[in-house]
């Protein structure tokens, strides 16, 4: 009897994830900022956050700023959601 499951590789799945997460971080490094994302980014260097814009993404933005400055870390977590939602 022939099984289709045993031809079939199991890392095939988590390869092509793993290859759209590099592909993602790739073409957007170190990020892209549009105005919100720059006055969100300057919130959360200047410690004062308004109601304006949500101050998750402001606090995760300055988060990520502050251990590495620019977006970078931003993207690698929101490309890291990205991937894990699949």
């Not at 759209?20 to 200047?46: E, I, K, T």
Request: a negative charge.
């Amino acid at each position: 009897m022939d099984n289709s499951r045993e031809k079939f590789p199991i890392f095939l799945p988590s390869g092509l994830l793993f290859l759209g997460f590099a592909l993602v971080l790739a073409l957007n490094w170190p990020g892209q900022m549009s105005y919100d994302s720059v006055v969100q980014l300057a919130d959360a260097r200047s410690g004062q956050y308004d109601s304006w814009h949500p101050p998750v993404m402001a606090w995760l933005l300055g988060l990520g700023d502050h251990l590495m400055p620019g977006p970078g870390l931003f993207l690698l977590f929101v490309a890291g959601l990205l991937l894990g939602a699949w």
